[in-house]
């Protein structure tokens, strides 16, 4: 019989860490037949019976490949050593020492106690075992231990009950340090199992793990990740090597390092499917070529009754460079409510319209459509470009105008909401397509938009920004054009964040600028009354539900207590379209003075003369949607001042996050602090299906992991290797089994 190298290395010597974990390796012998393979499922595993199999299964492991790959969520970190004299109860510590004495005293069949002294230079400690004889017979008087646990004072006395013991050989006098894996569990999987058989796999198959990456990329992959300071040598260890190091670390450097290189990797995976992609549509996606010239530039800025912002100048520039290759532009806007958005995507579609090309804009509501619609006229008053809106109101004869007119190229500009892209809506020659706070503009929406095999480009605003880690994992940030602060002229705004004994001198200032003849918002969050009326809620449910504003109770209260002398009215959404558009006209033209609403007011109300916001119940809005709220009121000459209260008890959590609203006014900033205090979560619902799945990247702590993957990924796919050669062979499939589907990547083996 052959005996494999890793066979007879598990056969003969167990390492010493299998002793150091208690575990015993359990010796097998295998025959050729039935050697472990990487596809071994786990019911054929030594020591994994059907029921342990069960509950791997449940874990989503169901191989043993899978059992490599199932990575610690945690780890026990080794408890420090410690002088006798100085450790201190309930302070986990280790210690080394030799046996002076053992005591077995035995009370009852079963029933015993197992005294142990342990000696060193400073001092003894007591070491109880009950129920446990057999270990008067494991150790003997002289012998040096390593003891380790959870000391307890009796009198002066240490005293350790069921320590860890490791027994050293004469020479071994150092403690060794000790990392053990913590792995999530399912009912009846117990830790110490599943650390053996992780262990046993990792001993036997770990090396027939095949490496994806090519030597030399590893090599560039390391000295760019040291230059940039993310890990400390030039090297990244191979992934036997890391799946050992995952598992069992000898210290900490070295779990450093093997996660290092397995992040890496799995960042590695997700840029090349990004750069592929990006790659395919710039070869294999057509858009007209849209140029800019000194002349055309001129005459686009005369249309604006300001000079641009050195930003927008910035990302006009941006623009200008994208549209002016054959390949679709696929660029993200963002910047706060005010920023100047708008004014860039009038200029690219101006620079369209210049090139002889139609534009599209599309909005979220019919209420924006018509605001973008009419901003257009204004900008476009006196000149030959012909701006048309199809809006749901239109009647059928106007509407098939629209249509026909966009058809023949008599429109240069249509403006919409998405809903236009069901309508059967062709035009003539489309070149670019704005869309208006929508994060995702989806493939199928824009095939809609794709005629004669000719994409247009494609600008998407938003209010909302994305922390740069989660861009560059989407797109990848070259496609990212940030604004920021807003353009000059505007008065700024303050933000308050509410404490006890606040209120009254709040409301008095509300009053006072009402008095001036500013307008004021007042925003509660919406309370379903369905489910507070409901029996089937405890009364601790009940009492936790009084201290939340409902916006009603909100505009009942202010509407016949502290604002009882001024015009008044009440916004939200289940109110329905005809009232909230009554509502929001009078709030428009300053029939109501005070407008009480839920966040529907988020979206689409621009009323510059409303200049104080009052927000109850802070705490249950996230970041993001605080920041939009108070865009409302940055939008005129006069400052605006915002007055932030949370009711009931505050997280600590929600404390932080209203803290950092109070203090940056950056929306970039924001959605960066959001990112951290709340994970992806929030940019894209609770099921983040947007984002791709990273199993042990931290978007935010990887960042600069990310970075250097995209660089090297966009390195490497410019190069024809990548797609020929054996040596990618592997994580070209990789990229492929991970994000084939996904990122439509076709066929690339
Ligand atoms: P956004 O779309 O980002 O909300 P807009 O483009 O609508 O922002 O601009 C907000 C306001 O600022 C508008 O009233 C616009 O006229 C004005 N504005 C935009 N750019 C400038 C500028 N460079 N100088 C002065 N005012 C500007
Ligand atoms: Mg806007």
């Not at 030039?234 to 450093?256: K, T, V």
């Amino acid at each position: 019989m052959l005996v494999s190298e890793t066979l007879f290395r598990s056969q003969t010597t167990p390492s010493a860490s299998d002793y150091r974990i208690g575990i015993k390796v359990r010796l097998f012998r295998v025959s050729e037949s039935n050697a472990l393979r990487l596809a071994t499922l786990v019911q054929y595993l030594p020591g994994v019976g059907p029921s342990r199999a069960k509950r791997l299964q449940k874990l989503g492991v169901n191989t043993a490949q899978q059992i490599l790959f199932f990575l610690p969520r945690s780890y026990e970190l080794p408890a420090p050593v410690c002088a006798i004299d100085k450790i201190q109860e309930g302070v986990p510590c280790s210690l080394i020492g030799e046996v002076e004495d053992i005591d077995l005293i035995t009370r009852s069949p079963g029933k015993s106690i197992c005294n142990v002294i342990v000696i060193n230079e400073s001092g003894a400690v007591r070491l109880l075992f009950f129920n446990q004889p057999y270990r008067a017979e494991q150790l003997t008087i002289g012998q040096r231990l390593q003891v380790s646990g959870n000391p307890r004072l009796n009198g002066l006395q240490v005293e350790f009950t069921h320590p860890k013991v490791v027994t050293l050989s004469d020479e071994e006098d150092l403690p060794v340090p000790e990392i053990l894996p913590v792995y999530s569990l399912t009912e009846g999987l117990k830790q110490t199992d599943l650390r053996k058989t992780v262990r046993m796999v990792v001993d036997e198959l770990s090396d027939q793990l095949k490496e994806v990456m090519p030597q030399s990329l590893r090599i560039r992959a390391a000295q760019a990740l040291r230059a940039a300071g993310v890990i400390d040598r030039d090297q990244l260890p191979g992934i036997s090597d890391s799946i050992r190091g995952l598992h069992f670390p000898s210290d900490q450097r070295i779990l450093d390092q093997s996660r290092a290189r397995l992040i890496f990797q799995e960042c590695l995976v997700l840029q090349l499917a990004l750069a592929i992609r990006q790659k395919r549509l710039s070869t294999e996606r057509k858009s007209p070529v849209l140029t800019s010239s000194a002349m055309i530039d001129a005459r686009i800025k005369n249309r604006f009754p300001f000079p641009l912002t050195i930003d927008q100048e910035r990302v006009i520039e941006e623009i200008q460079s994208d549209v002016a290759r054959p390949f679709p532009m696929n660029r993200l806007l963002q910047g706060d409510v005010g920023s100047g958005k708008t004014v860039v995507a009038v200029y690219a579609m101006l620079l369209c319209v210049a090139n002889r090309y139609q534009a599209v804009l599309m909005a979220p509501t019919e209420v924006l459509a018509r605001q973008h619609y009419l901003t257009l006229k204004s900008y476009l008053a006196e000149t030959k470009v012909t701006v048309g809106l199809l809006s749901g109101s239109l009647s059928n004869a106007d509407r098939r105008q629209v249509l026909h007119d966009a058809e023949t190229g008599q429109i240069d500009l249509l403006v919409g909401t998405q809903a236009l892209l069901h309508g059967g809506v062709r035009f003539s020659q489309l070149g670019l397509c704005v869309v208006d706070e929508q994060h995702k503009f989806g493939v199928a929406q824009r095939e809609m938009l794709r005629r004669g095999g000719a994409d247009p480009h494609y600008l998407v605003m938003s209010a909302t920004p994305i922390p740069r880690s989660i861009a560059m994992t989407l797109f990848g940030d070259a496609e990212l054009s940030t604004l920021r602060g807003a353009p000059p002229g505007r008065g700024s705004v303050h933000t308050y964040l509410s404490h006890q004994g606040w209120k009254d001198r709040w409301w008095n200032f509300v009053c006072e600028k009402l008095n001036e003849g500013r307008q004021a918002y007042v925003v509660a969050p919406m309370i379903d009354s369905v489910a507070s009326s409901s029996d089937a809620m405890d009364e601790a449910e009940m009492s936790k539900n009084e201290d939340i504003s409902s916006v009603e109770s909100v505009y009942e209260d202010l509407a016949n207590g502290l604002l009882s002398d001024y015009r008044i009215g009440l916004l939200h959404g289940r109110m329905d379209q005809q009232q909230k558009q009554r509502v929001m006209e009078d709030f428009h033209s300053g029939k109501l003075q005070v407008l009480v609403s839920t966040t529907v007011i988020e979206v689409g109300i621009d009323v510059s003369n409303a200049t104080v916001m009052t927000i109850l119940g802070a705490q249950k809005f996230g970041l993001a949607q605080l920041h939009q709220l108070r865009g409302r009121v940055s939008r005129g000459v006069h400052d605006g001042h915002v007055c932030v209260f949370t009711d009931g008890e505050t997280h600590p959590d929600d404390h932080e996050r209203l803290k950092v609203f109070e203090s940056t006014h950056d929306g970039v900033e924001l959605a960066e602090a959001d990112f951290r205090l709340r994970g992806p979560g929030d940019f894209f619902g609770k099921s983040q299906s947007g984002l791709p799945p990273l199993r042990i990247t931290d978007l935010h702590r990887d960042q600069e992991m990310m970075r250097v993957a995209r660089r090297l990924a966009k390195e490497s796919v410019e190069d024809e290797e990548f797609f020929e050669s054996e040596d990618w062979a592997e994580l070209r499939s990789q990229v492929l089994r991970r994000y084939g589907d996904r990122l439509d990547l076709g066929d690339l083996t």
